[in-house]
């Protein structure tokens, strides 16, 4: 088998000697907890080697769950919780009410769901895949079975863009795949000549802001940009990064950071984040994206932002996966929607633990897909 579960010891070696961006901070979840840098996220991490590539897998924690468990360890927040706040986004009031009715509905018979090894699990919101070996997914398969017996298993963050062969390995494993969300792919140099880019760079150009360095004594502003964001503005369900993250993902390299600032003055928005080859190519995601969301909507920080990653990407020969969300922002600055899976392994697990995911996965085809593709969400 090319696939096993590391122990703590052995993993912790691994990870000191592999080039990945992320085994630092792998390294530093297994050694000090997952809630010191992510703080609504309680579990247990544990490294897969996967035909040599490293995969963080967490499952659930004995103990009562945090007031807003974050989406990234918790399905059922994801699945129920994480839609009925989305269904504003609609702006369809029958729609909304119906909609709110069947996701209620089901989601009381989903929480079970919990129970699962989620596999490539960073804690984040995007996870991009390294390239597998051939075999990978069936053996990883094996061995997570073997050492999880009573959890489904499941695969984080696949879409048949940025991992096709991924995609295919899966189904014949026996995976199947549960829609989990719409992301958006942008090609930077197809998307060059359209107006709304071209508008944002020229924005760039001539904004009040520098460009930043950005230093882990910078590490608690960067967390309260983030928070405005994802945590104020969007939902108390994405994951909550401590400021212990901001301080070493800055300091020792984790993400790459970029900051604008006033002359003489405390940054006001700032991105972070990281780049992979996968099946797209080398391919970066912003990881943190946050802004001073008091200043006026009229600045255009998010389109500054936004303007930073295509340079970023355009300057490097990078794909952008642009993550979820602002879905009609991103298409108009040529941005493609791709579904992507939450892909659940679950064949050895009684028949009362299997429906929920078969009725997730039919619900997520015939309702959710479609939703999100009209709407552009």
Not at 75 to 100: C, D, I, T
Request: proline share 6%.
């Amino acid at each position: 088998m090319s696939a096993r579960l590391l122990g703590p010891a052995e993993a912790l070696d691994r990870l000191a000697a592999s080039p990945d961006p992320h085994a630092g901070y792998l390294a530093a979840l297994l050694a000090e907890g997952t809630e010191a840098y992510v703080a609504n996220a309680p579990a247990a991490l544990h490294v897969l080697d996967a035909g040599g590539a490293l995969l963080p897998v967490t499952v659930p924690r004995a103990g009562p769950p945090p007031a807003d468990p974050s989406y990234v360890v918790s399905p059922h927040a994801h699945f129920v919780r994480y839609s009925v706040e989305e269904l504003h986004k609609l702006q369809n009031r029958p729609a909304e009410v119906l909609l709110r009715g069947l996701v209620g509905g089901v989601g009381a018979g989903l929480r079970g769901i919990d129970r699962v090894a989620l596999v490539n699990n960073y804690l984040l919101s995007t996870n991009l895949w390294p390239p597998l070996a051939a075999g990978a997914v069936a053996d990883a398969r094996d061995a997570l079975v073997a050492g999880f017996p009573d959890h489904a298993v499941a695969f984080r963050s696949v879409d048949a863009h940025g991992q096709p062969g991924l995609v295919a390995a899966l189904r014949a494993a026996g995976f199947r795949l549960v829609p989990a969300r719409q992301v958006w792919y942008q090609d930077v140099e197809a998307a060059a000549g359209l107006r709304r880019v071209r508008k944002d760079l020229r924005r760039l150009a001539r904004h009040d802001w520098h460009l930043a360095d950005v230093t882990a004594a910078d590490a608690r502003r960067v967390a309260e940009l983030y928070g405005m964001l994802y945590l104020d503005k969007y939902s108390r369900l994405n994951p909550q990064l401590t400021v212990r993250f901001f301080e070493r993902a800055i300091g020792e390299g984790w993400l790459t950071f970029r900051g604008f600032a006033r002359p003489g003055g405390c940054l006001d928005a700032v991105l972070g984040y990281v780049v992979r080859t996968t099946g797209a190519g080398r391919t970066m995601t912003q990881t943190v994206f946050g802004f001073d969301t008091a200043l006026p909507l009229r600045l255009g920080l998010y389109s500054l932002l936004s303007a930073q990653v295509f340079v970023e990407a355009r300057e490097r020969g990078l794909v952008v996966h642009r993550s979820a969300g602002a879905g009609a922002f991103k298409a108009a600055r040529g941005a493609v929607a791709v579904p992507e899976f939450l892909a659940v392994f679950d064949r050895h697990l009684p028949l009362r633990r299997r429906m929920p995911w078969a009725v997730l996965a039919a619900v997520g085809t015939h309702v959710g897909l479609p939703i999100l593709r009209r709407y552009g969400l």
